[in-house]
């Protein structure tokens, strides 16, 4: 068992067990004996109208999870988890603005980059809300006085400064000026950069540094190869930043009037909405982000207020437990069912994986049960033609997220009842199976699957869906007792590739002190 900090310990609820001593934890494991060799065919025939029930509706989004193998009595013990969890007090801290990031010292607000402007937010005696509208209003003033000389707007991040932007760009493309070519670099593969400008002129083109701490080798790589791009055109009319560090931007030479800040209680990843999100505003007009805030808002409300049976969050979250922790699953896929959200799948993964990729748990000690599950997923129906062959008939259980609309942005003809039929085909063939002759025809059914049907694909609706599983992620890390806002487990392998780096370049033939893997492999390297 590893040490507890002893600030790591002020934030653990004294009241709270370890996970698998909680009695709800016993409860479920018994629960779970009784339930797991039964299949969902059997549960949906003892009850007709089991998937009217096992249901949950909230902001346009009908959420079924009747398909899961679940019974009542399976979300009563998680909910009844979720509270010996100590779920209710530890939301409270994190919209509170306590310092839930343990590890950093830091809070967790990104529910107030969306918080209305009437709203207090205390952090060290400070009120962040106006900052946050300050900065929003600084952003629309800016996305309305754009050089009408700027056509291209390219993106330099990576992570949390990439996925957002390119995630939201793609998913709200419906709604972007067509007239602005939007590109996303974040690879350190000088490839990215290559194809993402080649076609560009600098004199049109607008970079956009974002980086939290503006020190992220990928980012400053690309941002100084943009710089030496744009030749002798001045540097402040074709770069800003987006950053918590004024002192690196200056440094790299962008004006701090260019420059739109946030701050260190917002997580990379939880960053889309922030100043991060300013290539999604330039896109989408300052109406439809401020649009996809109430959106990240309501849900927030949603979060905080409703019952965990009615919860959307805690739902998807709980369900995720139940698999990871009970049934063994190792992944999550989520299928999203409209091509807009082509790249909500990868968003997720560093959401859901960067946050509870842990094993150790806020309080230092090392977990004794599973945590994080791998998500992935690619959009319906491509998938379809792909992967799903091993999630019907494969030896391993993967539960599925559906992410479906009942009205498309594009109606072309029968394309969305396409669409949408496949969309119910797959959980009823996932639920329910098929018997046949033939062993290679057989279906055996009860694989999980939740249904998340919504109206539209709104920028309101994209900021409820991100907000959806960001307090799933939450939730699930609360549960697990997890920090769920450091990432400690990037940073080795940066600090090695930092050590390798001179090696590869070193003129004369550099002292090797790795293993011999690495040593050969840098040495064939070096002989190319
Ligand atoms: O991969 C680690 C990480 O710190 C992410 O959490 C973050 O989103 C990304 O790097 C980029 O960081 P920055 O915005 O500081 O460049």
């Known amino acids: 068992m590893l040490r507890a900090h002893p600030d790591l310990l002020l934030f653990a609820p004294m009241s709270v067990k370890p996970l698998r001593q909680r009695a709800a934890w016993a409860a479920l494991e018994n629960h779970y004996r009784q339930i797991k060799d039964q299949h969902l065919r059997d549960l949906f025939s003892a009850d007709p109208k089991r998937g009217e029930k096992l249901t949950a509706e909230a902001l346009g989004i009908y959420l079924d999870y009747s398909k899961n193998r679940v019974t009542g009595e399976t979300i009563k013990l998680l909910c009844q988890l979720a509270e010996e969890s100590g779920l209710r007090e530890r939301t409270a801290a994190m919209f509170r603005g306590d310092k839930i990031n343990v590890t950093e010292k830091r809070a967790v607000l990104h529910t107030a980059l969306r918080a209305p402007r009437s709203a207090s937010i205390i952090v060290d005696g400070h009120n962040v809300v106006p900052d946050v509208h ?37 998913a709200l493309r419906h709604y972007s000026n067509r007239n602005l070519t939007f590109r996303f670099v974040s690879n350190v593969d000088g490839t990215d950069f290559v194809e993402a400008t080649q076609d560009l002129k600098p004199a049109e083109t607008l970079f ?76 989408i007009g300052p109406d439809n982000f401020r649009a996809m805030l109430a959106g990240f808002r309501a849900m927030d409300e949603h979060f905080r207020t409703a019952p965990f049976d009615q919860n959307l969050p805690v739902l998807l979250a709980l369900l995720g437990i139940w698999y990871t922790n009970f049934f063994g699953a190792e992944t999550q896929a989520v299928l999203p069912y409209d091509q807009y959200l082509k790249r909500f799948p990868a968003y997720l993964q560093q959401l859901t994986m960067e946050s509870n990729g842990k094993s150790v748990t806020a309080g230092g000690a090392r977990v004794d049960y599973e945590t994080g599950a791998i998500y992935w997923g690619e959009p319906g129906t491509n998938g379809q033609h792909s992967f799903y062959q091993l999630i019907h008939q494969g030896t391993k259980l993967i539960p599925c997220d559906f992410i479906g609309f009942k009205h498309t942005l594009n109606p072309v003809g029968q394309h969305h009842d396409l669409l949408m039929s496949n969309f119910f085909a797959q959980t009823e063939a996932l639920a329910f199976g098929q018997s046949a002759a033939e062993p290679y025809r057989v279906f055996d059914g009860n694989r999980p699957s939740t249904t998340m049907l919504c109206d539209r694909l709104t920028p309101a609706m994209l900021g409820q869906l991100v907000a ?31 050590r390798i780096t001179p090696e590869l370049q070193s003129k004369t033939e550099p002292e090797l002190k790795h293993d011999s893997s690495t040593n050969t492999l840098i040495r064939r390297y070096r002989q190319r």
Not at 149 to 159: A, M, S, T
Not at 480 to 496: C, M, N, P, T, Y
Request: hydrophobic share 45%; aromatic share 12%; proline share 2%.
């Open 468 to 498: 959806l599983y960001e307090h799933c992620v939450f939730a699930q890390g609360i549960i697990w007792d997890l920090d769920s806002f450091d990432q400690w487990g990037v940073e080795l392998g940066k600090v090695l590739a930092k």
């Open 208 to 283: 956009i540094v974002a980086s939290k701490t503006f020190t992220t080798q990928e980012t400053m790589t690309n941002a100084l190869t943009a710089r030496q791009w744009i030749g002798s055109l001045p540097v402040h009319e074709h770069f800003v930043a987006l950053s918590t560090n004024e002192a690196e931007v200056k440094k790299f030479g962008i004006d701090p009037a260019n420059m739109f800040g946030f701050w260190d209680w917002v997580g990379g990843r939880y960053s889309m909405d922030s100043a991060i999100g300013l290539s999604t505003m330039i896109a």
């Open 134 to 170: 300050e900065v929003l209003d600084r952003m629309a003033a800016f996305c309305q006085r754009l050089d009408k000389r700027i056509k291209n707007i390219v993106n330099i991040g990576i992570g949390g400064s990439d996925l957002g932007p390119v995630m939201a760009y793609e």
